[in-house]
């Protein structure tokens, strides 16, 4: 069992940003040396932390960056649920044996794999591992039940990807102050999804959010290249 860094208080985190460090399937980008490296890369600059997917990925940066903060996940599918950030205990375990510091995972009302239920997901991880958790949302409530579970960070990270927000853009600036007026104080508050340049990452910590997480728009080389390449044909049409 790897070694967990101390829990961070809101106060330590404050201001920080969160890298999230991921590639798409079938990426060449998505190799855990490549991705290891772009982790260190940001640490190096002056991110708090980062924000990986797998424990394959996870292990790597710990690897490579031993005192780094990590936020770790693990997306995986099942054919009867729409969860798929961190779905159960078995990816709950796997993403804290590699080496998180916070495990993320999917904190919405949706049906979990397995008949798992989200307050027992909370429960045994703090109880049997001690392990930090951030909750992935969509709405103010769910922030708030995830908060009153146990969970020690709240990110707006499904903001607009689920099927009750699809309608809806990131980033998820009409929650960020209702969350943070009625969460408890000690809870920390992320803003991640739709972050798009620095004005916007000083616009949520301005609105509420104690530190924000960017990934597409500083690591997501596939998908920058092609909204590149897709807005250019269209001009040159």
Not at 21 to 42: K, L, N
Not at 181 to 205: F, H, K, M, W, Y
Request: hydrophobic content about 45%; proline content about 6%; overall charge negative.
């Amino acid at each position: 069992m790897p070694t967990h860094s101390t829990r961070l208080s809101r106060e330590q985190l404050r201001g920080g940003l969160i890298v999230s460090v991921q590639a798409p399937e079938g990426s060449p980008m998505r190799d855990p040396e490549v991705i290891a490296a772009m982790a260190q890369a940001s640490l190096n600059n002056g991110a708090a932390g980062v924000r990986l997917e797998s424990p394959e990925h996870i292990a790597a940066v710990r690897r490579r960056c031993p005192e780094a903060l990590i936020v770790g996940l693990w997306k995986r599918t099942y054919p009867e649920s729409s969860v798929y950030i961190t779905p159960g205990w078995d990816e709950i375990q796997a993403v804290w044996s590699a080496g998180a510091d916070v495990v993320a995972l999917d904190a919405t009302e949706r049906p979990r794999p397995n008949g798992e239920t989200l307050a027992d997901l909370i429960g045994r991880a703090r109880g049997e591992l001690g392990a930090v958790l951030m909750a992935d949302v969509a709405s103010v409530a769910q922030g708030l039940q995830a908060a009153e579970w146990g969970c020690d960070w709240v990110g707006t990270t499904l903001f607009g990807y689920t099927e009750s927000t699809r309608t809806l853009r990131p980033p998820a600036w009409e929650l960020l102050q209702p969350l943070r007026q009625n969460l408890p104080g000690a809870v920390t508050l992320i803003c991640e999804g739709g972050i798009a340049s620095a004005q916007d990452a000083r616009r949520a910590l301005e609105s509420g959010a104690d530190a924000v997480v960017v990934g597409t728009a500083i690591t997501g080389v596939d998908l920058q290249v092609a909204a590149y390449r897709s807005a250019m044909d269209v001009a040159g049409a």
